[in-house]
């Protein structure tokens, strides 16, 4: 019997999901080209067959961190609400403007947030199995690309596997088309393959333990005996 046909006469597709990518702009500017970028992104993930969900940081009030507030405090409410929408996502694609060669305050500080609040022994449960992608517009030639490099480090540190694809988009004024995708066909490409390896890691994620359940019980066997079909 085929692995499909095992997989259709043993599995409602209940058990296996579609990947939820949470997109995420580091400027909440009104017409952002960040955000745009995340739009743009996110046509792209929709159109592999991802959910999706844009994480608009505007809606997540936060002050700036500072571990009296937090030791008298708490986590702000707006923290623990971002920290489970991302950990409730199998992959995540986060884009930031340069500011001065780095990322955004605003992204730093609610990565930041992110990054407490755990039971001991947790930490970065946040972070922990998510792979990324990361992104920068800029209007300027170099598509705000120093910014791709803290982006990438700061996730790792947190524990995301960051993927080695990224995209800058430079000369982002005249970037998106009406429908809000890329006009460059390169540019275009390149977010195409960076969010289709995010979808595919996150697929992967998202079903890891119905997919190892399939080929454990019908495949090979609780203890790898194999012909147990
Ligand atoms: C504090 C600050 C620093 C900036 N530094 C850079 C920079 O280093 N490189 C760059 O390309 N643009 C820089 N810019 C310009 C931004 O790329 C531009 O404002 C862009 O539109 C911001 O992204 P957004 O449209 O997504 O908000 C800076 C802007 C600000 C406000």
Redesign the pocket.
């Known amino acids: 019997m085929s692995f499909s046909a095992i997989a259709k006469r043993s599995f409602s597709s209940a058990q296996f999901r579609k990947p939820v990518i949470a997109l995420m702009s580091g ?1 909440t ?1 009104e017409g ?4 745009q970028l995340i739009y743009a992104a996110e046509i792209v993930a929709k159109g592999l067959g991802a959910e999706t969900k844009v994480l608009d940081l505007g809606n997540y009030d936060m002050p700036v961190y500072n571990q009296d507030f937090e030791a008298t405090s708490g986590l702000p409410k707006a923290a623990q609400q971002l920290k489970a929408e991302l950990e409730s996502a199998d992959g995540w694609i986060v884009a930031s ?5 780095f990322v955004t305050p605003l992204l730093v500080n609610a990565l930041t947030w992110c990054s407490r609040g755990d039971p001991d022994g947790e930490m970065y449960a946040t972070f922990k199995g998510k792979s990324a992608v990361v992104l920068s ?4 030639a ?1 598509g ?1 690309m ?1 910014s791709l490099n803290p982006n990438r480090e700061l996730l790792t540190n947190l524990g995301v596997s960051v993927l080695p694809d990224s995209v800058a988009v430079g000369g982002a004024f005249g970037a998106f088309d009406d429908s809000g995708t890329l006009s460059n066909d390169k540019q275009k490409a390149m977010l195409q393959a960076a969010v289709e390896k995010l979808y595919y890691q996150g697929r992967d994620v998202a079903n890891r333990e119905a997919t190892c359940n399939m080929i454990k019980t019908h495949l090979v066997g609780q203890y790898g005996e194999a012909g147990v079909a």
Request: proline share 11%; aromatic share 6%; net charge positive.
């Open positions: 400027s500017r952002s080209v960040n955000t403007p340069e500011y001065n060669g517009a800029s209007p300027g170099m705000g120093r």
